[in-house]
């Protein structure tokens, strides 16, 4: 078996042994695996959603601080990503994505959530708020794609994620944290063949051949409220994309740079960003009761 293959797996065993939900649903004519919490809290639902290569798994440590909050836990896997199926179902890759998340929220969670994306996810969290409001109570962006960007940056960035080698998969796993896990970078050659599947290499082929990006009004004219958190260590974006966020948010955005965090905080940091949720959404009128956040 794929060693990165059975480490996803038995991430997945742990959180099945402690109460967490592991099913696949039909979701759009995609086979969708998703991981579902039921909560104690009295907040809305909490919908999480990964980026770029990424999986339901990277916010399995913030599952259970969550649920102590909010009502329910909500994280799926995009397609060609995690245990999800095919990764492109139509011409366009990230509009299929975003036609899946858009869907996902329609049949499955049913009810305005707390939308929280992280990097590409980000961006459709933008894009979903924006276009279907009525899904999005309030919402995190987590190092968010989907700021303008000059074709060169935009070729530059997404660079990044063609791992040829395995000091290309040590550079990008570098890139992604704070202070980057021994393990990823020892096994550089596992690494690199997570980072090199067919649906990192066509998002980003796809993303270089339409120059997408979230028009600024789009942006200015989101009414719910906002949580905006970049990493103070943050190495996989270029700071234009923090400057065009911080040029474009409404005015009840919440903008926070965080010592400590790189791209994906909820791996490396998961506390301290259930805390910035938590926190995001008591002042926001969202979640009540108990301050204490679970660990993993």
């Known amino acids: 078996m794929d060693l990165m293959v059975g480490m996803q797996k038995a991430m997945r065993r742990v ?32 919908l999480l959603v990964h980026g770029l290569g990424g ?22 896997d995009l ?10 179902g139509g011409p366009t890759c990230v509009k299929s994505q ?22 590409l996810g980000g ?4 894009s979903l708020a924006a276009e279907h409001p009525e899904w999005v109570k309030a919402l995190a ?9 000059t074709p060169q940056a935009l070729t530059t960035l997404l660079s990044v994620f063609e791992v040829k080698s395995n000091e290309d998969a040590r550079e990008l796993t570098r890139r992604l944290f704070h202070r980057p896990p021994w393990a990823a970078m020892l096994l550089a050659s596992e690494m690199r063949k997570f980072y ?9 082929a796809d993303a270089i051949a339409t120059q997408a990006s979230i028009a600024p009004q789009a942006v200015r004219d989101l009414k719910m409220p906002v949580l905006f958190l970049w990493g103070g260590s943050e190495r996989l974006l270029p700071p234009e994309i923090l400057t ?3 040029q474009h948010l409404p005015r009840q955005a919440e903008v926070h740079v965080v010592e400590g965090f790189g791209h994906v905080p909820q791996m490396e940091r998961p506390d301290a960003f259930v805390s910035h949720l938590v926190g995001f959404a008591d002042r926001a009128g969202l979640a009540g009761g108990n301050r204490s956040v679970d660990r993993v």
Do not use: I
């Open 123 to 126: 961006a459709m969290a933008v």
């Open 55 to 76: 999986s339901a798994n990277g916010f399995g440590r913030t599952f259970f601080g969550l649920a102590r909050r909010f009502s329910r836990v909500l994280a799926p």
């Open 98 to 119: 975003f036609d899946v998340l858009t869907a996902y929220c329609e049949q499955v969670v049913k009810e305005p959530a707390l939308v929280v994306g992280n990097s």
């Open 196 to 204: 090199s599947n067919p649906t990192v290499q066509a998002l980003a």
């Open 79 to 88: 397609p060609g990503h995690g245990f999800s199926g095919a990764y492109c």
């Open 15 to 46: 959180l099945v042994a402690r109460g967490v939900q592991s099913e696949t649903v039909n979701v759009a004519g995609q086979a969708v695996h998703h991981y579902t919490l039921q909560g104690q809290g009295k907040g809305p639902p909490v």
């Open 244 to 246: 065009w966020y911080r």
């Open 141 to 149: 962006l987590v190092a968010p794609a989907g700021a303008e960007l």
